[in-house]
């Protein structure tokens, strides 16, 4: 792909140890992995190309509205804390990779899809799939119909590249630490609370699948951090955690995976989709989970070690 410079507001970072797989994705690295944690920003990715922007029918802010626009920032201080950073460099709108390689919506399409596709997925029925079909408050993206080939396209450059270099930082991190934690960082919209008194929801989100996904004392780790970082916090409602969380969170085989959704209201102008001011104090209160649930892995990594030589 070629990116489109649009100046979009995309962060950049100076850090020498880093690989980029230009227009797919960045990974910092830590001068030394101290923590066996990994930060993912899968949805922050602004690299438009000029042929998705022709393509599309919405205006360059209104297909923004999708991005988790500068979550790699808030996250950004993580490889600074001994922890790597995977993001996605191209935007949600167009590949989403919180989802299977195949959730396709057939109406999206000119031609029949193969007997492999999930045709049937809840989340593309409703546009959101692999490929998304609308963006913001149901706004459809494209005019017309796109062809198979075009999403199969997308997903063998964009989507399995980002998982593969994932998978292997988890698979390394657990190979030297004998357990990891994935964090896998997103952001919300303001909506309603559940609380008919409450007119902005919580401030962060974390789901772990209803307790399916990491161990409890993770989730309760970062529930308590974030409280006593003076946000509003609430857990799996209504975000419990996406296909990257439940896909690789498997506590019993030492894989941990927690998602964060921040809401977008409190270091961003959701009309502009520009950062305010206070974006760097929000990722330095970020860095203070970092350090926390990088430190809570780091026993839980350990025991984990212990429970698989007892198993050998």
């Known amino acids: 792909m070629k990116p489109k410079p649009t100046g979009m507001g995309c962060g950049v970072f100076d850090n020498t140890l880093s690989e980029r797989i230009g227009g797919v994705l960045e990974i910092l690295y830590p001068d030394v992995q101290s923590l066996p944690l990994v930060l993912a920003s899968p949805h922050s990715g602004c ?7 022709e393509s599309a029918q919405l ?67 409703i546009g959101l799939g692999t490929i998304p079909r609308i ?18 396209e997308r997903i063998e450059d964009l989507y399995y590249p980002y998982h593969a270099r994932l998978e292997s930082l988890l698979r390394d991190t657990k190979r030297r630490f004998g357990a990891c934690l994935l964090l896998d960082c997103h952001s919300m919209p303001t ?17 772990d699948g209803f307790g399916a996904t990491c161990d409890a ?21 209504p975000y419990a955690g996406g296909f990257t969380t439940r896909h690789y969170g498997r506590p ?24 305010l001011p206070c974006l760097p104090e929000m990722a330095r209160k970020m860095a203070v989970l970092i350090d926390a649930l990088g430190k ?13 030589e007892a198993a050998d």
């Open 217 to 237: 004392e993770i989730a309760d780790t970062a529930e308590r951090v974030l409280s006593e970082l003076g946000f509003v916090v609430a857990r799996n409602r």
């Open 296 to 308: 809570l892995a780091l026993p839980l990594a350990q025991l984990s070690g212990r429970s698989a």
């Open 47 to 53: 690299d438009y190309t000029w042929k998705f922007l």
């Open 135 to 152: 963006v913001g408050h149901n706004q459809p993206i494209y005019a017309g119909k796109l062809r198979f080939a075009e999403a199969q």
């Open 191 to 207: 909506s309603p609370g559940e609380d008919s008194t409450d007119p902005f929801g919580p401030d962060v989100v974390l789901g």
């Open 59 to 125: 205006g360059p802010l209104a297909i923004r509205r999708s991005e988790d626009a500068f979550v790699d920032r808030l996250f950004a201080l993580g490889p600074k804390r001994g922890v790597p950073l995977i993001r996605a460099l191209f935007p949600r709108a167009f590949l989403d990779v919180n989802r299977e390689a195949y959730e396709l919506d057939p109406e999206m399409f000119e031609d029949p899809l193969p007997p492999f596709v999930n045709a049937i997925s809840p989340r593309a029925a």
């Open 252 to 275: 019993s085989q030492g894989t941990h995976a927690l998602q964060i959704e921040i809401a977008r209201r409190l270091y961003m102008n959701e009309e502009t989709l520009t950062p």
